[in-house]
């Protein structure tokens, strides 16, 4: 075989696999925007049960699909599907999550937002994750924070490697936090 026609083989295989990657993501983009779909239909039967007003946004990024309710004006109804420290908010993205598995035997990663609660917490849990740093700087030794969610976690997580430091899960259930550390 020439140089040519090997560089030419070689120019189809890569052309072929560039083609693969694309029509991949195309399905896994349409495939996060039916899960959005689905769990938007979901939600919206819930709120008109519920008698409660609200604007559902789909959004698709990072391989995830973005849920988020909300209304131009104040709602106590739309705050009360958040609940205390995000409980109902945890159950209604559970039950969404359901809804789609149930419709396309998939697993899915939504994340659901009500009222921009999750915005505003994750700017509450980067002030925890430097509050713990800066702990951590001062003393030495190790910082055990509250119980929280995974999703919350993982947020916190993110933000104590950023700092430099490192943080790990402990506990098991309800009781799972996370441990700061220098090293």
Known sequence: ????STEEVTAAVTEEQEDSQEETQSKTASRLEEEGDIAADYLEELLDI???DGDIDIEVRNGRTY???GTDEESAALDSLVGRDGEVLEALQEL???????ATETRSRLVLDINGYRKERAGVLQQIAEDAV???KADGGT???EPMSAYERKIVHDAVADLGFVSESE???????????AD
Do not use: N
């Open 171 to 181: 506990g098991e259930g309800a009781g799972r936090h996370i441990v700061v550390s």
């Open 67 to 69: 849920i988020s309710i």
């Open 50 to 52: 519920a008698d409660i």
């Open 1 to 4: 075989m020439s140089a040519e």
């Open 143 to 145: 910082v055990a924070l």
């Open 96 to 102: 969404a999550r359901l809804s789609v598995l149930s």
């Open 134 to 136: 800066a702990k951590v």
